[in-house]
């Protein structure tokens, strides 16, 4: 299952809102309200494939092609997924 949904906001005209869902299994609002549900889609579509490495047709990772230096070919989207702070030792 996703850890990413999309949500209608239940007023008129309708509103989507992009929801995560966090540690405890509570569903926070991440992004919206989206007036368009293409929108909310693609925003969902982003959020869940960031970081995840692109695979060539027979599976194997891809490379990235140092030419493109604004485009991450390794991975789906273009982007690295951000890298996680640690804490500091006292």
């Known amino acids: 299952m996703s850890e990413y949904i999309i949500a ?3 007023e008129f005209p309708a ?3 992009v929801l ?3 540690d405890d299994g509570i569903f ?3 992004f919206g309200p989206y ?3 293409d929108d909310a889609k693609r925003k969902c579509n982003e959020l869940a494939n960031a970081g995840k490495r692109a695979r060539t047709k ?3 990772f891809k490379s990235d092609d140092p030419s493109t230096p604004d485009v991450n070919e390794a991975y789906v989207g ?3 997924k951000a890298k996680k702070k640690t804490a ?3």
């Open 8 to 10: 209608e906001t239940g």
């Open 15 to 17: 509103q989507y809102n």
């Open 20 to 22: 995560k869902k966090g």
């Open 28 to 30: 926070i609002p991440i």
């Open 35 to 37: 007036l368009d549900l």
């Open 58 to 60: 027979s599976g194997h």
């Open 78 to 80: 273009g982007k690295k």
């Open 88 to 90: 500091k030792k006292k």
